[in-house]
């Protein structure tokens, strides 16, 4: 019987060791509002009638001038020291870290990272007639042309209730190998997100919490609290250097 030829010897690929996963409370200290804190977005505006695929259905003009202005506040907006030292953490680990955000600014790009943004960009717009995305900078409205196919139907690629988040496969990947899973500055009241620390604890990770305040999840065991821009950067060195 012929020996089997023995194929090349291929390194395994690591995977992420630290998953990240970041919500509005990180751009909160660069002047971007939450969500549900007080004075929130969705306490000034009603989220069923901007942020759901019904409400573009209903008054598109209404639901592209909100983004256009979040786009517009953003863009004036700088990162903060909790977006550098996550940047910072990514450029020490490569690929033994995955950052998720919820967000759909551009401040940890801007830091230096590059986030899977799991709830879409203000920075992308997505036809809704052939499906190709593009960068998008200015504002958009009804007669913006899509620059593959010339449709006027183009909408910002953010997720709204009841669509599908992006990435998901890699991060529940990710999820399923990590060693540790930390949220900043999110809420924890939207799913799958909300899920995702009682996912990796299932898996075998460790949970932290970094927030103003806690959130009350079990999942986690340990907690930093404060303003992002104190805890992350002082998290992002005691991590790498238990590392070292
Ligand atoms: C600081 C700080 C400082 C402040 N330093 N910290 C019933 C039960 C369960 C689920 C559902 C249900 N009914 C419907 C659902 C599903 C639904 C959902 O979860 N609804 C809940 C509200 C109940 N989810 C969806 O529809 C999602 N899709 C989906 O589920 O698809 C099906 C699916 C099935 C199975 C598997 C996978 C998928 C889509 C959700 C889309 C969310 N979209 C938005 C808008 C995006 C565009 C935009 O920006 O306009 O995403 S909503 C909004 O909430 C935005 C955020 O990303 C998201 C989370 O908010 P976040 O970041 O947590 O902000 P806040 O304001 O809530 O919290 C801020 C935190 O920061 C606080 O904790 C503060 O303490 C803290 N903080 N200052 C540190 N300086
Ligand atoms: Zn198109």
Redesign the pocket.
Known sequence: MPKPIPGPISEPVPGPEIVVLT????S??SGLG????LG???TKVR?EA??TPQAFAADPARVQAF?NA?RRQAQGAQPNA?HHALARMGRALGPRLLLVT???DDLHARAGSQPLHM??SLFRAVCTACGARHDQRVDLDAATACPACGAAALRPD????????QG?DAIYGALAQCRVFAA???????????GFAQEAVAAGARAVE????A?GNPAFREHHL????E?VPLWVERTLAARA
Not at 23 to 26: E, F, W
Not at 34 to 37: A, C, G, L, S, W
Not at 210 to 213: K, S
């Open positions: 919500g509005a409370g990180i909160a200290e939450t969500f549900r804190d929130g977005v969705w989220l901007v942020a983004y979040r909790a919820q967000n759909v709830h879409g953010v997720v709204w209730f009841g669509e599908m988040p998901l900043i500055g999110t809420s924890g009241v939207v799913y799958p997100a909300a970094i927030n103003l305040e959130t404060g303003p992002a821009t805890t």
